[in-house]
């Protein structure tokens, strides 16, 4: 066969794209297949313990058996699917329930009542065993302007907290501090207490910080507040011999500048590089956001059309970057309006009516969320964990077969591909499918072993990478 091009002209321009091609895909790695915390839980500093995490799962516990004591109440607050089917009776319900508890998984999934009964006893064992995720040690919003002593001491307290925490074993997984953000008049307070915070939290620990520690940056408007973090981060980490880079940061998105900029650009990408690979997140901030776009305080809520817009121009500056993104919070606290040992009947089904229309909101919510691509959120009260895990392990629960049945044939195709030589290119689809168990099995909806109905190994499941299993498929092949 004749070809009308030498070697040397193809070699050089396909350098050339090579070039171009491992430059992008530096900037566009593809989501990351680490862990990412459901929710991140923000309290004030002033109000951070040791145990405070294990306190609010106990908090959490009693608040979701007080107002549903059983998995047929839950399922007919928030209306999950085969609720209608359910029975009301108490003798009904205990029967109902005992012959659940006998079978085995398998043998439920056949009945309707499988996905309230399983949401309901995911969500307790959650909160029995991890009910907080990842916290916010709050010197923000959460904290407010107070005095500068008052900011020092509470700095020095809390991070001490943090260190018996870790001695302890009673910290979150995840966790990390807001400060005050770089604004002309807060920079000097936010400073400082990074300052003191990380002083005192290492010096109590040896040189040590928490498994996943970060800094919040909030209300970032320019590349410059990044980069100030940034340098302040290498000061910080050569005063207390840590090493370079280990100090990580998130952001926020909670002003309309962050999404369109003076020059009608989107300037996320410009502020993500200025952390220079430090940060790990950009976190959504409902209030602060509906505020900046002039949305009046009864109107400021996740469900309104320009959180929606804001999340969708987030996700096409920083999709394919592998910053985790997280949507914000529903401010209505379920809580019931009356205190109290003796309250009447009618107190109580006040108090119950408001906690389930509490739910409902953090419930939908939530799922809205999901559904459009945001795995984590905020969360501001213990009493709302209950509703965060309810609609995750609803969400991945309802869509396992589907995503089972699809992930599996990508796997069968893969094996197909690797026998026959050819190429398999849709890897992408493969690794969204990956990441739907890999989220699932982080949150505690599904297991290992149920990820196995799939065709992949335990080994391959915890590469947590598509690319690295069809990678390591052909190389048993050759």
Known sequence: MKLSLQDTDKSQLLEQLGVANRQFQQTYPGDKPDRQPVHTVYGGANLFKSDTCVRMGEIALNNLKTYAPNFTELARVLQLKGHEHLPTLEKDIQALTERLDAMSEAERKQEHAWLAYSVYNKIIKKLQREAVEDFRVDFEDGFGNRPDAEEDETAVRAAQEVAKGMQNGTLSPFIGIRIKPFTEDLKARGVRTLDIFLTTLLEATGGKLPDNFVVMLPKVTIPEQMTTMVRLFELIEKANNLAPGTLKMETMVEATQ?????????????????????????????????????????????????????????????????????????????????????????????????????????????????????????????????????ATYNFFLSSYDDALNRLKTFVERAAISTLTGDIFDDAATGQGLLNFFLKAMNCGAITEEEVLATGLTLDEIHTRSFFRILEGRRQQKA
């Open 258 to 390: 962050i999404i369109m900029d003076e020059e009608g650009r989107n300037p996320l990408m410009r502020i993500i590089r200025a952390s220079e690979g430090r940060c790990v997140a950009a976190h959504f901030g409902t209030y602060d956001y509906t505020a900046s776009a002039g949305i009046t305080a009864k109107y400021q809520t996740m469900a309104h059309p320009v959180c929606d817009f804001a999340h969708h121009m987030t996700k096409v500056a920083l999709g394919g970057t592998g910053i985790f993104l997280s949507d914000g919070a529903t401010n209505v606290m379920p809580i019931g309006p009356h205190r109290g040992d003796n309250l009447s009947f009618e107190q109580l089904k006040e108090n119950r009516d408001s906690v389930h229309n509490a739910w409902r909101q953090g419930f939908h919510h939530t799922t809205h969320s999901l559904i459009n691509g945001l795995y984590q959120g905020w969360d501001l009260n213990p009493a709302q964990l209950p509703m965060r895990y309810a």
